[in-house]
């Protein structure tokens, strides 16, 4: 069975631009979590989807970051646009009931210059 | 404030030492338990959880976890390191009072390990 996964791997864009990344959860899994490590921090939430529908996005930062969860399978989120601070790495993560092990992507490591 | 602490940033042992890592959880509730572990280049791997039952968990590779109620620890065990292990390790929790969704994490640990 494919685990999650995570396009792209790397990403390096200037500031202003948009960048748009994908995860793909584990067949089945409705429960889909994005998270995000900045340089020296905890790892930290940014929103749940339900299948399509957002459960919780208390954690996004701001009106830049839009998270979709099209027909509840794959995800997109989408920085617009990017700034500095928004470099990090962003997991992904998919779990099939709430409340169940949360299994992670290999990240996408998004630079800001 | 509610908060997973894990003290130590930067450990370094000698490959086959003994170690534990350190988590302390700040939640009324006893929340679900995790520790994930980052290689170099990889994602985020489970290593072992603690939901509910038997306070020591065992996990893959050998590690294991003891959760104490009392010490609102949740401390990995590793009993013999080896090279391989040198790695980021996280200490995660799922507080019950957000409908058992989503992680909060420690700051990590990363491990070295020496010859």
């Known amino acids: 069975e494919a685990g999650v996964t995570q396009f792209p791997s790397h990403s390096v864009i200037e500031k202003g631009q948009t960048v748009t990344l994908r995860c793909d959860p584990i067949?089945?899994?409705?429960?889909l979590y994005w998270y995000r490590r900045v340089m020296g921090k905890e790892i930290k939430f940014l929103l749940h989807f339900v299948k399509e529908s957002k459960q919780d996005e208390s954690g996004m930062p701001n009106n830049r970051f839009l998270a979709e969860r099209t027909g509840g399978t794959y995800s997109t989120l989408k920085v617009q646009p990017a700034e500095l601070e928004d470099s990090g790495v962003y997991f992904c993560a998919s779990s099939q009931e709430r409340g169940d092990t949360q299994y992670f992507g290999p990240g996408t490591r998004l630079t800001v210059l | 404030a509610q908060s997973v602490t894990q003290p130590d940033i930067h450990i370094t042992v000698s490959e086959g030492a003994s170690l534990e890592l350190r988590c302390n959880y700040s939640?009324?509730?006893?929340?679900?338990l995790f520790w994930y572990v980052q290689s170099p280049g990889q994602g985020l791997q489970l290593l072992l959880k603690?939901?509910?039952?038997?306070?020591l968990v065992q996990g893959i590779k050998g590690f294991e976890a003891e959760f104490k109620r009392s010490q609102s620890s949740f401390n990995l065990r590793i009993p013999s390191v080896h090279w391989s292990d040198a790695a980021e390790y996280f200490c995660a929790v799922v507080p019950s009072n957000t409908g058992f969704q989503k992680l909060v994490f420690g700051t990590g640990t990363r491990l070295l390990v020496s010859p």
């Open positions: 067949s089945g899994h409705d429960n």
């Open positions: 939640y009324g509730a006893t929340p679900y």
């Open positions: 603690y939901f509910s039952g038997d306070t």
